[in-house]
């Protein structure tokens, strides 16, 4: 059984130095086959937050890790920066590639790059993009867990939530379920939660879910969701168990909350 770790909203520069701590000795005790970050790396896209992110993820280790900028990955308050060279601080430290793929004998990930500096927070998927994924997703073979990697929500649980929604989420979804996805992965809302989006969407093509993470080490918790990160377990073709851990007491580390398998 292999093992992918999702880390999402760490937002560097709001960090918990013990959670941090925490979550580090969870890498090296699990041993992820791949890390995936969904976005919001850091609080305000400074130099000095993407260096203690760079910092931060050099300590877990010789493993592959996919990340994408969220929202906050790029500039607010320098409008000049925003629009000019809105991922200039991200990609000086983590590379040009906004939109990384892994492949492996038993996974298929997909990152897709919503965010925009023409919008505040709202990410948005485009018809180049979902063409994109779908093509990746196509030459998948039958044993690899196909899963595609976006910032903002595709389905939320609260009405509150639903602002938060991914643009051009239905063409996507639809698009790549027809072609055989498993998981949409995202974060952004730091609400952990695993959702069944062939219920979600009407007359959707095949089963496909939706595997949100919380925030991995940061103080913007929600009231109801502590710090936490999901572990994704292979268990063979199209199937994986999705374990929740969560951060509640920093003295104990992460601890395992919840396991749900998608089949």
Same mark, same amino acid.
């Given at each position: 059984?292999?093992? $992918?770790?999702?880390?999402?909203?760490?937002?560097?520069?709001?960090?918990?130095?013990?959670?941090?701590?925490?979550?580090?000795?969870?890498?090296?005790?699990?041993?992820?086959?791949?890390?995936?970050?969904?976005?919001?790396?850091?609080?305000?896209?400074?130099?000095?937050?993407?260096?203690?992110?760079?910092?931060?993820?050099?300590?877990?280790?010789?493993?592959?890790?996919?990340?994408?900028?969220?929202?906050?990955?790029?500039?607010?308050?320098?409008?000049?920066?925003?629009?000019?060279?809105?991922?200039?601080?991200?990609?000086?430290?983590?590379?040009?590639?906004?939109?990384?793929?892994?492949?492996?004998?038993?996974?298929?990930?997909?990152?897709?790059?919503?965010?925009?500096?023409?919008?505040?927070?709202?990410?948005?998927?485009?018809?180049?993009?979902?063409?994109?994924?779908?093509?990746?997703?196509?030459?998948?073979?039958?044993?690899?867990?196909?899963?595609?990697?976006?910032?903002?929500?595709?389905?939320?649980?609260?009405?509150?939530?639903?602002?938060?929604?991914?643009?051009?989420?239905?063409?996507?979804?639809?698009?790549?379920?027809?072609?055989?996805?498993?998981?949409?992965?995202?974060?952004?809302?730091?609400?952990? @939660?695993? $959702?069944?989006?062939?219920?979600? @969407?009407?007359?959707?093509?095949?089963?496909?879910?939706?595997?949100?993470?919380?925030?991995?080490?940061?103080?913007?918790?929600?009231?109801?969701?502590?710090?936490?990160?999901?572990?994704?377990? @292979?268990?063979?073709?199209?199937?994986?168990?999705?374990?929740?851990?969560?951060?509640?007491?920093?003295?104990?580390?992460?601890?395992?909350?919840?396991?749900?398998?998608?089949?």
């Amino acid at each position: 059984m292999t093992l $992918l770790m999702q880390i999402s909203d760490t937002h560097f520069g709001t960090e918990r130095p013990a959670v941090v701590e925490a979550l580090v000795r969870l890498v090296h005790r699990q041993a992820p086959e791949v890390i995936v970050v969904s976005g919001d790396i850091t609080q305000r896209a400074t130099r000095k937050q993407f260096d203690t992110a760079s910092a931060f993820f050099k300590r877990l280790g010789n493993v592959p890790i996919l990340m994408i900028p969220g929202n906050h990955d790029i500039p607010l308050f320098n409008l000049a920066a925003r629009l000019l060279a809105p991922f200039g601080n991200y990609s000086r430290v983590f590379g040009d590639d906004l939109e990384p793929v892994f492949s492996s004998p038993r996974w298929l990930i997909v990152c897709v790059n919503t965010t925009r500096a023409y919008r505040h927070k709202d990410g948005e998927v485009s018809s180049t993009q979902v063409q994109r994924v779908a093509g990746l997703l196509q030459t998948a073979a039958p044993e690899q867990l196909r899963i595609v990697v976006v910032h903002q929500p595709v389905a939320v649980v609260t009405k509150a939530d639903r602002t938060n929604l991914l643009h051009g989420r239905n063409a996507a979804v639809r698009s790549w379920a027809a072609v055989g996805a498993d998981i949409v992965m995202g974060g952004h809302i730091h609400v952990p @939660y695993v $959702l069944p989006l062939h219920q979600c @969407y009407a007359h959707l093509s095949g089963r496909l879910w939706t595997v949100q993470a919380g925030t991995a080490v940061s103080m913007r918790v929600r009231r109801e969701s502590p710090n936490s990160v999901n572990l994704i377990r @292979y268990c063979g073709p199209r199937q994986c168990i999705v374990e929740r851990w969560d951060c509640k007491a920093q003295e104990l580390g992460f601890q395992c909350y919840s396991a749900v398998t998608l089949a």
